[in-house]
Nanobody, 123 residues
């Protein structure tokens, strides 16, 4: 059974940094796409970064490019999201999710989701 568990959220002041972790379980094979999404109150779920586990190809949304970095530790079956230069508009619940293909941030393409972790950035 595929399972994803996020951790590392919290509260930080604008300009600060946080690192989120996504521990993955039950992935069949080594060809997986893991993405980070976020959802703020009253807004749609937004994909911010994704990584294809073969070759570690990464893609970022324009809203976080240059500030966030997604990476993986294959030995630990964990995907990270390093978030720097945080802004109040980054405040949201952050989710990691898995898909078989890694070409879009369309939420319906991702069939397994974690429970989410809250990130709050104060000004």
């Amino acid at each position: 059974q595929v399972q994803l568990v996020e951790s590392g959220g919290g509260s930080v002041q604008a300009g600060g940094s946080l690192r989120l972790s996504c521990a993955t379980f039950g992935f069949a094979g080594d060809r997986n796409c893991v993405a980070w999404f976020r959802q703020a109150p009253g807004k749609e779920r937004e994909g911010v970064a994704r990584i294809y586990t073969i070759g570690a190809t990464t893609t970022y949304s324009d809203s976080v490019k240059g500030r966030f970095t997604i990476s993986q530790d294959a030995a630990k079956n964990t995907v990270y999201l390093q978030m720097n230069s945080l802004k109040p508009e980054d405040t949201a619940v952050y989710y990691c999710a898995r898909a078989s293909l890694c070409y879009a941030f369309t939420p319906s393409h991702y069939k397994a989701w974690g429970q989410g972790t809250q990130v709050t950035v104060s000004s």
